[in-house]
Nanobody, 124 residues
Framework: QVQVVESGGGSVQAGGSLRLSCAAS????????MGWYRQAPGKQRELVARVRSGGSTSYGDFVKGRFTISRDYGMNTVNLQMNNLQPEDTAVYYC??????????????????WGQGTQVTVSS
């Protein structure tokens, strides 16, 4: 069983910065991704940033160079540095661990694990 522990949420003024951290424990297979998604009230969950075990990264379109994701492979930890935060960034941010694999029985598969969410609030 994979456990996901999040930290780093909080409240900042517009233009401020926050650093989110997510640590995973349990069985993490070699092909995986760690990242952050966010969901504001009344809106769909959307990708913020993620990094694959091979090192490739993906960012949501809204990031526009403001956020940087990094991964500590030895600690199974992913960090999200968020700079120049704006009120529209206000949301609950969820850490996601995706484990990929394949088998004769299932073909290609993905198992997802989620943190409980951490609130990020950006005020004017």
């Amino acid at each position: 069983q994979v456990q996901v522990v999040e930290s780093g949420g909080g409240s900042v003024q517009a233009g401020g910065s926050l650093r989110l951290s997510c640590a995973a424990s349990g069985s993490i297979f070699r092909d995986n991704a760690m990242g952050w998604y966010r969901q504001a009230p009344g809106k769909q969950r959307e990708l913020v940033a993620r990094v694959r075990s091979g090192g490739s990264t993906s960012y949501g379109d809204f990031v526009k160079g403001r956020f940087t994701i990094s991964r500590d492979y030895g600690m199974n930890t992913v960090n999200l540095q968020m700079n120049n935060l704006q009120p529209e960034d206000t949301a609950v941010y969820y850490c996601n661990i995706a484990i990929y694999g394949s088998s004769i029985e299932r073909g290609e598969w993905t198992n997802d694990y989620w943190g409980q969410g951490t609130q990020v609030t950006v005020s004017s």
